[in-house]
């Protein structure tokens, strides 16, 4: 069993930046996979970025140039630096990890871009 816990989500305006936080309990690098999704209310939770099974990394077109995936297999950390912030970034954010026949959820963090 992994437990995520993800942090750094907040109000930013339009423009600004956040960085996105993703501590595993367990190793991360037999994960399959590992990325960040994000939901808005009433609306299917969506891909946002992920290091995906086949070793590549795999962005949202509407947040590529802006957001950046990266990880620590050390610390166990995957985060997400998101630039150039826009309101229709506003979602609740949850980190993702995946084995074989497993998938696990962070309870997520609320970023909002507003002015």
Same mark, same amino acid.
């Given at each position: ?47 946002? %970025? ?22 620590? !297999?050390?610390? !166990? ?6 630039? !150039? ?10 980190? !993702? %990890? ?18």
């Amino acid at each position: 069993q992994v437990q995520l816990v993800e942090s750094g989500g907040g109000l930013v305006q339009p423009g600004g930046s956040l960085r996105l936080s993703c501590a595993a309990s367990g190793s991360i690098v037999s994960m399959k996979a590992m990325g960040w999704y994000r939901q808005v209310p009433g609306k299917q939770r969506e891909l946002v %970025a992920a290091f995906t099974r086949g070793g590549s990394t795999d962005y949202a077109d509407s947040v590529k140039g802006r957001f950046t995936i990266s990880r620590d !297999n050390v610390k !166990n950390m995957v985060y997400l630096q998101m630039n !150039n912030l826009k309101p229709e970034d506003t979602a609740v954010y949850h980190c !993702n %990890a995946e084995t074989t026949y497993v998938r696990y959820w962070g309870q997520g963090t609320q970023v909002t871009v507003s002015s």
